[in-house]
C-alpha cells in the first residue's frame, strides 16, 4: 500500500511544491491566512474535491472530505499555514499544509481504487501560533463523529510524537498612580515595580517546579520615561506542563505572587489569558509505530523520544478528544536548525524539507488507510487512546 501511496504523491509533486512555495513566498499570521487557505483550497478543488471554506466561524479555516460507502471509520488530517511575524515560514507551516493536502489526495484516490470503506477529512487549521485555531474548530464541532486525527511537522530531527506541554497565556496588567519621579515620590504608586517584583517572584518559584514545567514571560508596556513613575505596566507569561496535574498548581502560585507584588507595591493587577489555552498532546503508540515503519520504508531513521517535547501546539486539543499523533520530519540533513529561526525558515523552501514533507505525507496517508481498512490496528489505537 505504501508504494501505491508514494506514486499517487509522485503524480501531484509539481503543483504540491508550487503549493509550498507559493505559501513560503506569501507569509500570512494568526488568523490573516487568506491567500493560503484560498490558494490550498483551489488545488483540492482542481482535483475534483468540493471545500468548504470558510467554516466553523473562522475566515481562514477550511474543510474537505472524502467518502466511500457509509458508516465506516472517519480519519482527519489536519494542515496548518500560519507563518510568524517577522520570520515568515520559520516554524515551516507551508509544509504542514503541502503534507496535509498530499496525504489527503493519497488517502481519497486510494480509497476509490481499492474499494476502501469509510471518511478522510482534510481540516484547514488556521493560528497555530498563538491564535489555537484548533481550539476553536474543536468547540465548534470539527471533530464530531471524527475517529482519529493526525498531523506531521517540520523539525530538526525525525521522530514519533512523544507529547507535549499544555500552555496556559496569561496577560497581567498593574495599575499604579503616576507622580513626578524626583520631585514627589512618595505620591506615586510604581506599576513597573510590580512587574519587576512578578518576575522575581516567578524566578524563585522556578526552582520548585517539575522538569516537565516552564514559566517564561515578557515585559510588554512598562512606562515612557524616567522621570514619571509609571502608573501602568503589562507582562505577559506562559505557564506550560507536560503533565496537566501540574497547571492548577502553577496557576495558583502565579496568581499568588501577583498578589505578593500588588502588596508590596500598591498597585492593584488585573489577570486574564490572552489566547486559548493548549492542552498537552496525548501521544498514541500504534500510530507512532505506523508512522515510523512507513518512514523506514521510506529510507528516513526515525527517532523515539522517550520524553514529552517542552513546546505546545493547539493539536493537543485535538489528541485529549480523539486519538492522534502530531510526528516531526526534518528540514535539514547537515544541521539541526532550530524552529522560530531565520535558518529554520530558509531549510522550509529547500528541496531536502520539501522532500522529507511528501514521505511525512505518504506516511500520514498510509495511517489513515489503515485505520479505515484494518479492524485490530483500529481498535488497538483506540485502546491506547482509553488507557492514556
Ligand atoms: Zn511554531
Ligand atoms: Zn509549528
Same mark, same amino acid.
Given at each position: 500500500m505504501l508504494d501505491k501511496i508514494v506514486r499517487h504523491i509522485g503524480a501531484h509533486r509539481n503543483e504540491l511544491r508550487t503549493l509550498s512555495d507559493a505559501l513560503w513566498n506569501h507569509p500570512e499570521t494568526a488568523y490573516h491566512e487568506h491567500f493560503a487557505s484560498k490558494t490550498a483550497a483551489e488545488l483540492l478543488e482542481k482535483c475534483g474535491y468540493a471545500v468548504t471554506i470558510p467554516c466553523y466561524g473562522i475566515e481562514t479555516a477550511f474543510r474537505c472530505e472524502y467518502a466511500q460507502g457509509s458508516g465506516g471509520p472517519v480519519f482527519a488530517i489536519a494542515s496548518e499555514y500560519d507563518a510568524l511575524p517577522e520570520i515568515g515560514h520559520g516554524c515551516g507551516h507551508n509544509l504542514i499544509c503541502t503534507a496535509g493536502i498530499a496525504a489527503f489526495i493519497a488517502a481519497a484516490e486510494l480509497m476509490k481504487e481499492e474499494g476502501i470503506s469509510g471518511k478522510v477529512i482534510l481540516l484547514g487549521t488556521p493560528? *497555530?501560533?498563538?491564535?489555537?485555531g484548533k481550539v476553536k474548530m474543536a468547540a465548534a464541532?470539527?471533530?464530531?463523529?471524527? =475517529?482519529a486525527a493526525i498531523m506531521a511537522h517540520p523539525s530538526g530531527i525525525n521522530c514519533t510524537d512523544a507529547g507535549s506541554t499544555a500552555n496556559c497565556g496569561l496577560e497581567v496588567i498593574f495599575h499604579g498612580k503616576a507622580a513626578?519621579?524626583?520631585?514627589?515620590?512618595?505620591?506615586g504608586i510604581n506599576a513597573l515595580d510590580a512587574v519587576n517584583l512578578l518576575f522575581t517572584g516567578v524566578n524563585t518559584f522556578r526552582q520548585y517546579i517539575p522538569e516537565h514545567a516552564r514559566i517564561h514571560g515578557v515585559i510588554l508596556?512598562?512606562? *515612557?520615561?524616567?522621570n514619571v513613575i509609571p502608573d501602568y505596566a503589562r507582562c505577559r507569561f506562559y505557564l506550560r506542563s507536560a =503533565?496537566?496535574?501540574?497547571c492548577p498548581v502553577l496557576e495558583k502560585r502565579f496568581r499568588d505572587i501577583v498578589k505578593g507584588a500588588e502588596l508590596m507595591t500598591g498597585a492593584t493587577a488585573e489577570i486574564a489569558p490572552f489566547r486559548p489555552a493548549y492542552r498537552a498532546r496525548k501521544p498514541n503508540t500504534p500510530m507512532n509505530m505506523d508512522y515510523a515503519e512507513s518512514m523506514r520504508a521510506q529510507g528516513v531513521e526515525v527517532e523515539i523520544p522517550e520524553k514529552a517535547g517542552r513546546g505546545s501546539s493547539d493539536f493537543g486539543n485535538f489528541s485529549q478528544v480523539v486519538p492522534g499523533i502530531h510526528p516531526y520530519f526534518a528540514v535539514s540533513d547537515t544541521s539541526v536548525p532550530v524552529p522560530h529561526s531565520k535558518e529554520f525558515a530558509a531549510c522550509a523552501k529547500e528541496d531536502y524539507g520539501f522532500d522529507n514533507a511528501l514521505r511525512a505525507a505518504a506516511a500520514l496517508a498510509h495511517e489513515a488507510l489503515r485505520f479505515m481498512a484494518d479492524p485490530a490496528f483500529r481498535e488497538a489505537v483506540k485502546a491506547d487512546f482509553a488507557r492514556r
Open positions: 493560528a *497555530e501560533e498563538g491564535g489555537g464541532g470539527c471533530l464530531d463523529g471524527v =475517529d513626578h519621579a524626583a520631585a514627589a515620590p512618595e505620591k508596556d512598562g512606562g *515612557e520615561v524616567p =503533565d496537566e496535574s501540574w
